[in-house]
């Protein structure tokens, strides 16, 4: 059995979406436990990239491909961990994340999701010109601890202001972490805003999310 | 003037085009701008929702109705610039939000810094144009920001300038302004006084703000440089003629939009590639594969017969020290060298775009001085040559009191004015670097520039239209 966790495992390290589905799907056949596979082959494999990313042995396309392989994976093995109503284990925790409103930026945010992923955590991504509202929603929606805003544009920066008067109109400000990132963002704005967190890197954004939801 | 330098054979170039006949023909791009898509359909181009099938006759007939070069007209005649043939614009950054000061610090950009870098461009020798977004100003509401910038920019120097690209309604505030300011509409239809930046959006698509503004300076016969900035490796593929032939499809069905809507619109070619750091993911643009980008577009424009834009002093430095340095003299003499026309970020930009910086503005212009000197190369008149001179000094003497140098020099030699060039214990003094240096002498310009004046009558006329947008906008 251990051995499907290692091929699992290094079909993630390899960024092969292809292969870690059939894998997956070979756990659901063969009905072997998946919260085991997720746990000692996925986030195996993706943790030993991140680690090797931080040590500049890999790059970020192989991050980011990890962390597709894995999303391909736990697309398959998590409706049926649900379905046992078993615990998934120590998932991180859930982030909503997109670019809001006006603003079609795209590559930060896409490499802070996976950066997120490869931490373990689950990320909800949105895509570009999101509404305060759709941040929101979906968030109600998954249940989500982080609330991701990227801002490129010191015109569109106030996006993620209105994310956080929003959830305050509504009385849902206590219920989510605000992140906010983006080039012309800082640790100035976020705290003018009241966000729960600003990072100037994917990296640090991940570090900082460990620290903020361990309060 | 030095010949041009290709870096591509012509086979080369060639295969580019074609390439990028497929990709616009086989891949098509997305407009999402229902006026643009209509303009195609017109032209009887094939159509899917928003995605636009090109054909090589369609583009190839269209590119050829730019102009090879363009005037754009100044309110100071003197300034006129000819843009495209073995031209060269030197003008300012675009767009940053950042100020980092000499120390360091970073810290937001105002107003006052949009005009502090339009008078320091009008004071330069070097520089030939003030420019557009010099520094966001961050200190005026967004929805007249552009009222402003353009307001200050007439006013702070009378060389050309930059219109809004923000959108359609935008732009024609820009025109309206300009028109105000050069006597009407049809006068600068007949002579374009404004050139304004629209980018795509990588990869293969435009959207509604920039095509709205294109379609708007198109209309009114002013010029816009059509560019795109692919990040090789991320919103390209990691190939770099690959990401070329991406760049230029792009840039191709963006001219023939521009001369599909009013033929013979001043067009320029213009690129700002480069990659995406494979650790990172940020923008490097002080790399050796931005100079190729670079380098290859002056060559692709002269294959299509359109003036090109491209390259600055640009950096991925956060302070002006050595890396500032040698990364910018790189891309900037890339495209000096190469012949691209229109240097937008010639002067000031730290931090791929993020930043402007006083001290970078001041070694930038020197540089700029510097390639403009470099790029006059050799006079080979009987001056230049100084046969006489040689023949009278002989063997064994000096030259140094021969009327001809005394009248060659400042000809033949550029005056360095911020490299130092003393002795070590003059330097040793004050042991000022480049970046103190420059701090001085960028406070020192400021202190003593007159812009010189706008008409008052005229000047009345445009703060009436500015009052007037503002009350409307606001
Ligand atoms: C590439 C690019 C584009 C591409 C975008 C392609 C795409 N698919 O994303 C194109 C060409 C389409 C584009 C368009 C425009 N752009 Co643009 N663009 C850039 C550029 C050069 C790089 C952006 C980038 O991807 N950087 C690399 C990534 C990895 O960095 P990042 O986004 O900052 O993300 C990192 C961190 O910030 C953080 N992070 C990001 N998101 C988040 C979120 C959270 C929650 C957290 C915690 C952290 C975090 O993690 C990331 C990784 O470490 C920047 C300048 C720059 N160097 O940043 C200008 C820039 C942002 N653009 C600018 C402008 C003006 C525009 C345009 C208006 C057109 C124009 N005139 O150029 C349009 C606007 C379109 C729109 N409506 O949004 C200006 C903004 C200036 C300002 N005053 O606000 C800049 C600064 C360039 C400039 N100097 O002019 N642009």
């Known amino acids: 059995m251990s051995a499907i966790f290692e091929e699992l495992k290094q079909a993630v390290i390899d960024g092969d979406e292809d292969i870690t589905a059939e894998l997956s799907q070979k756990v659901l056949d063969e009905g072997i436990n998946p919260v085991d596979a997720v746990q000692q082959g996925l986030i195996k494999g993706i943790e030993i990239v991140g680690e090797a990313w931080k040590a500049g042995e890999v790059f970020l396309p192989d991050v980011m491909m990890s962390a597709e392989a894995m999303k391909a994976g736990l697309a398959l093995l998590e409706p049926e961990i649900a379905k046992l109503g078993i615990s998934e284990g120590e998932a991180k925790g859930k982030i909503v994340l997109g670019t809001v409103a006006g603003d079609i930026h795209d590559i930060g945010k896409n490499i802070t999701g996976a950066m997120f992923t490869a931490a373990g955590y689950k990320v909800f991504d949105l895509g570009t010109d999101i509404k305060p509202e759709a941040f929101i929603a979906k968030a109600q929606e998954v249940g989500a601890d982080i609330i991701g805003a990227s801002a490129l544009l010191t015109t569109t920066m106030v996006g993620q202001k209105q994310i956080i008067e929003y959830l305050k109109e509504n009385g849902l400000r206590d219920k989510f972490k605000v992140f906010v990132g983006g080039g012309p963002t800082s640790q100035a704005w976020a705290d003018e805003i009241g966000a729960d967190g600003w990072a100037e890197t994917a990296d640090d954004a991940v570090q900082l999310a460990g620290r903020v939801l361990a309060k | ?474």
């Open chain 2, 1 to 474: 003037m030095l010949p041009k330098y290709n870096i591509l054979t012509e086979e080369q170039v060639q295969m580019i085009h074609d390439e990028s006949i497929k990709i616009l023909s086989e891949v098509g791009m997305e407009f999402e701008y229902e006026p643009a898509v209509e303009v195609f359909k017109k032209e009887g181009l094939k159509v899917e929702g928003r995605r636009v099938y090109f054909t090589k006759d369609f583009i190839e007939a269209k590119v050829k109705l730019a102009p090879s070069q363009f005037t754009l007209h100044a309110r100071n005649p003197e300034h006129n610039l000819v843009c495209g043939g073995d031209n060269i614009i030197y003008m300012p950054g675009y767009g940053a939000p950042f100020i980092h000061e000499a120390d360091g610090t970073r810290r937001k950009t105002t107003l006052q810094d949009y005009e502090n870098f339009a008078k320091l461009a009008g004071a330069s020798k070097n520089l030939h144009m003030t420019g557009g977004t010099m520094a966001e100003p961050q200190d005026i509401a967004d929805e007249i920001r552009h009222l402003k910038m353009l307001y200050t920019s007439i006013k702070s120097s009378d060389k050309c300038f930059m219109g809004s690209a923000e959108g359609r309604e935008r732009a024609e505030d820009s025109i309206e302004i300009a028109s105000i300011l050069f006597g009407g509409k049809d006068v600068i239809k007949e002579k374009p006084v404004l050139i304004s930046l629209i980018n795509s959006l990588t990869p293969l698509k435009y959207d509604e703000r920039m095509l709205g503004a294109l379609m708007a300076y198109a209309e009114a016969g002013q010029a816009v440089v059509i560019a795109s900035l692919v990040m090789a490796g991320s919103t390209g593929p990691a190939a770099m003629a690959g990401t070329l032939a991406l760049q230029n499809a792009e840039v191709l069905a963006g001219i023939s939009l521009a001369e599909s809507i009013n033929p013979g619109t001043p067009v320029v070619y213009g690129s700002t590639s480069a990659l995406s750091d494979m650790h990172s993911g940020s923008l490097s643009i002080g790399s050796p594969e931005c100079a190729l980008f670079i380098s290859a577009s002056a060559q692709l424009a002269r294959f299509y017969g359109v003036p090109s834009r491209s390259g600055g002093g640009l950096n991925d430095s956060k302070i002006v020290d050595a890396q500032a340095g040698y990364e910018s003299m790189m891309t900037l003499m890339a495209a000096s060298v190469t012949g691209i026309n229109f240097v937008l970020h010639t002067a000031g930009i730290l931090q791929y775009f993020m930043a402007m910086s006083y001290e970078k503005f001041i070694m930038d212009d020197e540089m700029a001085g510097m390639l403009l000197h470099y790029l006059k190369g050799y006079h080979f008149d009987e001056d230049g040559l100084a046969y006489d001179v040689i023949a009278k000094v002989g063997p064994g003497g000096h030259f140094l009191t021969q009327k001809h140098t005394r009248k060659n020099h400042r000809r033949e030699f550029r005056i360095a004015e911020l490299s130092d060039r003393n002795a070590y214990d003059t330097w040793a003094k004050e042991k000022l670097d480049t970046n103190q240096r420059a701090r001085r002498k960028w406070q020192e310009i400021l202190a003593n520039y007159v812009p010189p004046a706008v008409d008052a009558a005229l000047d009345q006329k445009l703060q009436e239209f500015i009052a007037k947008r503002t009350q409307e906008l606001m």
